[in-house]
């Protein structure tokens, strides 16, 4: 995967921070779907999230379950969210629901071909900071708490989840139709780091 946007990461210009918000929440989504198609995901009742991965590989199976339950609830009501606002700021455009449907969405965000207004490119921006919901920060800690929840303390599992990681950013890559943003090269660098960890704590 190309990393040579990293400097869109913070110019504010506003195609560019749209576009990058967009990236992340596309593979962010497709993360997601791969790992949670996997083993171990009885229905239990919601947990509160944990950010110590060292808790997290501790916790009893039902409630690691109930944690990637809970971490793909906010996924879907923020991805929700996000889309929304966009699918409005199209609508504003003329450009209608079935025109950004599907990997078409994605495809369009990707060619800059649009305008945003004040409003939502402030909320792209805070999406994308250091702290904001898809910023590499919370982003990479995220997906790894996903594999995490579902491998516990099996190393062995962890690099199974570890190659559904990959999988999902190849598969956001043909959803954008070429290199994602800048800021899905340093997400991508910052989950692997964690999963180093990860493994380095289960020698």
């Known amino acids: 995967m190309r990393v040579d946007q990293d400097s869109t990461m913070r110019v504010y210009s506003q195609p560019v921070q749209t ?7 596309a593979a962010d989504k497709q993360i997601a779907d791969v790992a949670a ?9 919601r947990v509160e999230l944990s950010k110590d991965a060292k808790s997290v590989s501790k916790m009893s199976d039902s409630e690691r379950a109930s944690l990637v339950k ?9 991805m929700s969210r996000f889309t929304n606002m966009m699918v409005q700021n199209f609508q504003k455009q003329g450009i209608n629901f079935s025109m950004a449907n599907g990997d078409d969405f994605w495809k369009m965000m990707a060619s800059g071909n649009y305008t945003v207004d004040a409003k939502t490119k402030a909320e792209a921006q805070q ?3 250091e702290d904001g919901f898809w910023g590499v920060k919370q982003t990479s800690q995220r997906i790894f708490d996903f594999a995490s929840a579902l491998a516990g303390d099996d ?12 999988k999902g950013f190849s598969q956001a890559e043909d959803a954008w139709g070429g290199s994602l943003p800048g ?3 340093d ?16 020698k």
């Open 19 to 25: 576009k990058s918000a967009t990236a992340v929440s």
């Open 37 to 45: 198609s996997a083993e171990r995901q009885p229905d239990v009742d």
């Open 70 to 78: 809970n971490l793909k609830d906010d996924l879907n009501n923020q």
């Open 127 to 129: 999406a994308i900071s």
């Open 155 to 166: 190393p062995e599992l962890m690099k199974k989840y570890q190659t559904a990681v990959e």
């Open 183 to 185: 800021i899905c090269g």
């Open 187 to 202: 997400t991508h660098e910052a989950i692997n780091k964690l999963f180093d960890e990860y493994y380095e704590q289960h």
